[in-house]
């Protein structure tokens, strides 16, 4: 159970295009929805935090204009990586999680899209 | 007072051997902390977790050890396989699992057959 689905998992573009990456939760509903960046040999920096029919909450830094999230629904969000350029080349992995306030329910992370800007 | 700082960044083990992994914070209002697993091209996966009201878990051959005072954390790896070789993050959060993880910088096992 818990698995969470990212599609693509590998893109690449060429620069000044914008890609659009997919997370599902396959098995539950995802009240609230992570996008993290990962760079290569380094740790995952959370990008934006999502709940279902609100606006996403970005990181300190993280460019909302940019890297535009949509969780329109309790299974499915969306990070869009407007008008990319090669340094946003990098590893996009969402995770997801159930329930309300305290739930003592974990994150579970999709397999991650890389992302290539060329 | 946000960050987790993991040590060591690399690490070789023999095979039946034991991997050791230590992490440290700062902020004492973290609660939740869970080790991650992730091999090269995936997400991270979940391994196991522990609250601070408990000072040992164990889960198969992962134990984590806490030391609320000190304010540390660590993942013990028994008999270690080459199957495990893998990175591995130590995270925090407050306000429980439902809060957003803080990682560490992880840490690169690898486990010589």
């Known amino acids: 159970g818990a698995v969470v689905s990212q599609h693509p998992s590998w893109v690449i573009c060429k620069s000044g295009t914008s890609v659009k990456i997919e997370c599902r939760s396959l098995?539950?509903?995802?009240?609230?929805m992570f996008w993290y960046r990962q760079f290569p040999k380094q740790s995952l920096m959370l990008m934006a935090t999502s709940n279902e029919g609100s606006k996403a909450t970005y990181e300190q830094g993280v460019e909302k204009d940019k890297f535009l999230i949509n969780h329109a629904s309790l299974t499915l969000s969306t990070l869009t990586v407007t008008s990319a350029h090669p340094e946003d080349s990098s590893f996009y992995i969402c995770?997801?999680?159930w329930g309300q306030g305290f739930s003592n329910q974990p994150q579970h992370f999709g397999d991650g899209t890389r992302l290539s800007i060329l | 007072q946000q960050q987790v700082k993991q040590s060591p960044q690399s690490l070789i083990v023999q095979k039946g051997g034991i991997s050791i992994i230590n992490c440290a914070y700062e902020n004492t209002a973290f609660d939740y902390f869970p080790w991650y697993q992730q091999f090269p091209g995936k997400g991270p996966a979940l391994l196991i977790a522990i609250r601070p009201d408990v000072s040992e878990k164990k889960e198969g051959r992962f134990t984590i050890s806490f030391n609320k005072s000190a304010k540390q954390f660590s993942l013990h790896i028994m008999d270690s396989q080459p199957g495990d070789s893998a990175t591995y993050f130590c995270a925090a959060s407050r306000g429980g699992a439902t809060n957003k993880l803080i990682f560490g910088t992880g840490t690169l096992l690898a486990v010589q057959p």
């Open positions: 995770s997801a999680r």
């Open positions: 098995d539950f509903q995802a009240t609230t």
